[in-house]
Nanobody, 123 residues
Framework: QVQLVESGGGLVQAGDSLRLSCAASGRSLSSYNQGWFRQAPGKDREFVAAIRWDKSATHYKDSVEGRFTISRNDAENTVYLQMNSLKPEDTAIYYC????????????????WGQGTQVTVSS
């Protein structure tokens, strides 16, 4: 069993940056692919970014490519999402999750999920 806890969300202005963290406990993340998803009010949960278990590859949603960076520190059992040049349309609850598939773009392919952290970007 893996427990995931996200942090780092908040209220920022358009153009600002945030770094989200996803800390794991219960098991090492080193053998898992990791992903970030987000869900805005009234919308489905959508894929944002993923990183392969060995850090050899990453994959991003088109609209965040070049602005967001996913990374992982296996020694700290933590995954990060650096978000730059934030836009109001990035407003959502952000979730981290683990998967045995890379790149896994569908939420159903992720096994363990965190509780989410709110990101709000004002214009």
């Amino acid at each position: 069993q893996v427990q995931l806890v996200e942090s780092g969300g908040g209220l920022v202005q358009a153009g600002d940056s945030l770094r989200l963290s996803c800390a794991a406990s219960g098991r090492s993340l080193s053998s898992y692919n990791q992903g970030w998803f987000r869900q805005a009010p009234g919308k489905d949960r959508e894929f944002v970014a993923a990183i392969r278990w060995d850090k050899s590859a990453t994959h991003y949603k088109d609209s965040v490519e070049g602005r967001f960076t996913i990374s992982r520190n296996d020694a700290e059992n933590t995954v990060y999402l650096q978000m730059n040049s934030l836009k109001p349309e990035d407003t959502a609850i952000y979730y981290c999750a683990t998967s045995n598939i890379f790149p896994a773009l569908r939420a159903e392919t992720y096994r363990y999920w965190g509780q989410g952290t709110q990101v709000t970007v004002s214009s």
